[in-house]
């Protein structure tokens, strides 16, 4: 997990545990607590999407590779003659 993504979420866990703890009362109403899991999804949504799909992109790579490896391991090229004289 990116830094940047770390600190947020250590920041907000901070932010609702003190808020229990204290009983602040910062997130006992209903727009503060969608206000708080919206920040949530937009922070961390991208971030599973974007991971979600570089997984795609590495396991096609790796399948690209292992089919390119097989077929030449089933049609090896041609080997030049050899010079001996």
Do not use: C
């Amino acid at each position: 997990m990116p830094i940047i993504t770390s600190v947020i979420l250590m920041t907000l866990t901070v932010l609702a545990i003190g808020d229990k703890v204290t009983g602040a009362g910062m997130l006992n109403q209903f727009p503060q607590r969608v206000a708080f899991f919206a920040f949530l999804a937009l922070v961390f949504i991208p971030r599973v999407w974007n991971a979600a799909l570089f997984a795609f992109y590495r396991a096609r790579n790796r399948r690209a590779a292992e089919d390119v490896g097989a077929r030449q391991r089933r049609h090896p090229l041609p080997r030049p003659p050899s010079k001996k004289g």
